[in-house]
């Protein structure tokens, strides 16, 4: 009874949520999905150029700016809490960063991730000594500052939801003006710059723009987790696809329903924080897409096993074949089969039990199987790809014949129709004729 | 009236003032004391050549010979310390829709989302401007290059998808399609399989044949008389400089190479018995 109830009031106040029939939700939402979106497309650049530590620098980098901008804003007796003069300062400190960065990489042999960690440290350490120098001021009302570190997207007013909404717009133009030429920098920088493209401008560019989506994330999703946002739905989205639009707009697709999702969620749930949040459900995608992902491990999985397993097929009917050939008949004991290669019998009669399911082996009776005419037909071509690999190697890359049988192995499961017609015209055989094996034939078969 | 003195120039030369005394005006790519250092150690010291026009040139010489670099700092992806590099008579800056540049396979992340064909049409994209997308006619101008390299049919493939060979060729094409007057080829015959060098050396000819100059980053000695004109070994230093006939001798082999010989008197024995086969 006490659940139901629950049930139902949850569900009214994520209706409520969905509906945006809240006033300040409707700004909170909005302001987040414009910054998943920008945030999402420029990661997908950041990603592929393979600079993600350096987004993370530059967002732990603003906080400095932050306290700095916040004491200017004193000592001109300003409020001291405009968000805009806040977040320029915090820009100005990221690009600071930046620079600093590439002062480092150049001028020493340091490498890039420790210059990346020392910037990153620095400038935060430095960040928060002001901070806790600022709450002692007597002027100016120092509260909340702290709350870029953390992120609270939940004060969000219209003003600071049209500012986002605006510079993600801005944001994305560019991307989208610039995308063949970003594009190039990410894939191929010294093709680039052979050709005579401004790389170092296309670099300030993109990293301009990862500073602006950074300085919009802080206020949300705080700078702490604010790579998140441009990290996983690039990564998400390159789980899905190989086309560079696919996988911007993907990322951008993502971190907008990421960022929707959350805020909707920590609207719905009371005390529950907007920016982890956000990134919770991005990582839940992400690990979706991991497993699911056209990229992902579970397809590669699956066909890493369906290959392996028509390898094992293919072994059996090539050890069935060999064994034909040399005893002219049609039974075969499964101990013959057994003796040819280095599989125990549990392994083999898996595999043979496999066979008999795809229909290529047959059991007479007892230990005695035979090729059924189509699993004779699928040996011959099996048997047939492995000499004409093998004698291929033999006569074309000076490989010594006793090496052959292992490399034959190998190659001949992946062997397509092309490949063997080339073989065959190489190698002067006709087609559908099998020809002798260039080595000894291992195993029971001879022996019987 | 007060007279100002000009300094008189010689009327009969200015061209070759311009250039530098060096250089010769029609040379596809002119190098003049050119020196390149890595944090104080030189790897390039006084390099002074002139690539003849037209013909299949290549670079040879032992690993850490300033090879790359010697490319590189000709298109000045790294900072020389001095020299001069002419392109044509003009500088690398002015001539740069006429070079070609084809990098190491490795120096790509081959995992990278885009399609074979996509990678080409970046050989376009001087001619298509800033800021201006890749339409149909760039595409179709892919596609002809990679036929060129005999890989049209794989124009859809994701680059992971497709074997080192490939992935070269795929690289040899983005540069064709420039339509370039020089290339500047970094290894694209390393570790690539027997069809994509044949594959590769044809088009290398074809493009002599349209009277193109290529000079290419080698590493197999005993492939460099059957398909080279011209040889530049070079060890930090230019050793040699010519046609493969002169230039690849034992004593500037073994100036180049130092000590690691056996390949090396292998290939010259290959290449006097060709001379010996066709000037008997």
């Known amino acids: ?119 990153l440290s620095v400038f935060f350490g430095v960040g928060i000594c002001m901070l806790s120098l600022i709450q002692q001021m007597p002027a100016g009302n120092a509260a909340g500052l702290e709350s870029f570190i953390f992120g609270k997207a939940a004060a969000m007013l219209p003003g600071d939801a049209l500012l986002i909404g605006i510079v993600s717009i801005i944001i994305m133009l560019t991307l989208a003006i610039f995308f063949k030429e970003l594009g190039v920098l990410c894939f191929d920088e010294s093709w680039a710059a052979a050709r005579g493209w401004p790389v170092l401008a296309l670099d300030f560019l993109l990293t301009g723009l990862v500073a602006l989506v950074t300085v919009l994330a802080i206020q949300t999703v705080g700078l702490v987790l604010a790579i998140a946002l441009l990290i996983i739905p690039a990564s998400t989205a390159l789980l899905w696809s190989r086309r560079l639009v696919v996988v911007v707009i993907g990322s951008a697709l993502v971190g907008g329903f990421s960022a929707w999702l959350g805020a909707m969620l920590s609207a719905t749930i009371p005390k529950l924080p907007t920016g982890p949040i956000i990134v919770l459900v991005c990582a839940s995608l992400f690990f979706l897409s991991l497993f699911l992902g056209r990229r992902g491990v579970l397809p590669r999985w699956l066909g890493k096993r369906s290959l392996s397993r028509r390898v094992d097929r293919q072994h059996v009917l090539r050890a069935c074949w060999e064994i034909i050939e040399s005893s002219d008949e049609e039974d075969i004991s499964m101990g013959d089969l057994l003796a040819k290669r280095s599989w125990s019998e549990r392994e083999l009669a898996t595999v043979v039990e496999r066979c008999m399911r795809a229909g290529t082996l047959q059991r007479v009776d007892g230990d005695i199987i035979r090729l059924t005419s189509e699993g004779k037909e699928r040996a011959r071509r099996v048997v047939r790809n492995h000499r004409l690999w093998e004698a291929y190697l033999v006569h074309h890359a000076d490989i010594a014949p006793s090496h052959v049988d292992r490399d034959a192995d190998a190659i001949e499961h992946i062997l397509d129709e092309d490949l063997v017609k080339s073989l065959e015209q190489l190698l002067g055989a006709s087609a559908g004729e099998v020809p002798r094996s260039p080595h000894a034939i291992n195993g029971g078969g001879g022996a019987a | ?138 595409k179709e101008e892919a596609l002809v290059a990679l036929d060129r390299v005999g890989m049209a049919d794989m124009a859809a493939r994701q680059i992971s998808q497709l074997s080192g060979g490939q992935q070269q060729r795929v690289f040899l094409a983005r540069a064709l399609a420039q339509d370039a007057q020089l290339f500047l080829m970094d290894e694209p015959l390393a570790s690539v399989d027997a069809a994509t060098e044949e594959a590769i050396i044809e088009v290398l000819r074809a493009l002599r044949t349209e009277g193109r100059t290529v000079v290419v980053v080698h590493h197999d000695l005993q492939t460099v008389p059957d398909y080279f004109d011209h040889a530049i070994l070079l060890n930090m230093r230019v050793v040699a400089n010519g046609p493969v006939e002169e230039v690849f001798t034992p004593e500037a082999l073994r100036q180049t190479y130092g000590g690691q010989l056996t390949i090396l008197s292998e290939a010259s024995e290959r290449l006097a018995r060709r001379s010996r086969v066709e000037h008997p």
């Open chain 1, 1 to 119: 009874m006490m659940l139901a109830t629950a049930g139902a009031t949850w569900w009214e106040a994520f209706e409520r949520a969905l509906l945006l029939r809240d006033a300040n939700t409707v700004w909170v939402v909005l302001g987040v999905l414009a910054l998943g979106l920008a945030s999402g497309s420029v990661g997908a650049f950041l990603v592929l150029r393979r600079r993600a530590l350096t987004a993370d620098a530059i967002s732990h980098a603003t906080l400095p700016g932050i306290a700095v901008a916040f004491m200017v804003m004193v000592g001109m007796g300003l409020a001291g809490k405009s968000m805009i003069g806040l977040l320029v300062g915090a820009y100005i400190a990221g690009l600071l960063a930046m620079a600093v960065i590439v002062l480092i990489q150049r001028t020493t042999r340091l490498k890039d991730d420790a210059a990346i960690g020392i910037v």
């Open chain 2, 1 to 138: 009236m007060e007279l100002v003195l000009v300094p008189q120039r010689d009327p009969e030369q200015p061209a070759k003032h311009q250039l530098g005394p060096e250089h010769s005006p029609h040379s596809p790519l002119s190098i003049h004391d050119l020196t390149v250092a890595y944090d104080r150690r030189p790897v390039l010291w006084d390099v002074d050549l002139d690539v003849p026009s037209g013909k299949l040139v290549t670079i040879v010489g032992p690993n850490g010979a300033g090879k790359s670099t010697l490319l590189k700092a000709a298109l000045g992806l790294v900072p020389k310390a001095s020299g001069r590099i002419r392109v044509f008579g003009k500088t690398m800056k002015q001539q740069r829709s006429q070079v070609a540049y084809v990098p190491q396979r490795e120096s790509v992340d081959w995992d990278f989302p885009i399609s074979a064909l996509d990678v080409v049409a970046m050989g376009r994209y001087g001619v298509l401007g800033w800021c201006r997308p890749v339409r149909r006619r760039q």
